[in-house]
Nanobody, 123 residues
Framework: QVQLVESGGGLVQTGGSLKLSCLASLRAPGMGAFSSHDMGWYRRAPGKDREFIAN??????YYSDSVRGRFTISRDNANNMLYLQMNSLKVEDTAVYYCNANPPLRIGGQNYWGQGTQVTVSS
């Protein structure tokens, strides 16, 4: 039972806000509880590599330079949920956003990704 389901993306104008949600079921051999994993948000913009942008664990949070000060990551361990509050959105934030453990889960010898959720920011 391994599942990553992202939602909450959409179309928004520059300066707007969105909140992304992720249901993360991480039940697999060798894995501990959801709360024991570093969880993060990743994104992939057209023509670019997948970018790690935020992390959360019991000790605190991390943000990449590109989103720091504008995005906030949070989690609800009781419900296996991960969130990303996105404020002051810019055109360059346009991407498909993915949640995952950090480092990413591996199944069958390769990284496992959900479908992601599309965020499009227009000027």
């Amino acid at each position: 039972q391994v599942q990553l389901v992202e939602s909450g993306g959409g179309l928004v104008q520059t300066g707007g806000s969105l909140k992304l949600s992720c249901l993360a079921s991480l039940r697999a051999p060798g894995m501990g509880a959801f709360s024991s994993h570093d969880m993060g948000w990743y994104r992939r913009a057209p023509g670019k590599d997948r970018e790690f942008i935020a992390n959360i664990n019991s000790g605190g949070t991390y943000y990449s330079d590109s989103v720091r000060g504008r995005f906030t990551i949070s989690r609800d361990n009781a419900n296996n949920m991960l969130y990303l509050q996105m404020n002051s959105l810019k055109v360059e934030d346009t991407a498909v956003y993915y949640c995952n453990a950090n480092p990413p889960l591996r199944i069958g010898g390769q990284n496992y990704w959900g479908q992601g959720t599309q965020v499009t920011v227009s000027s």
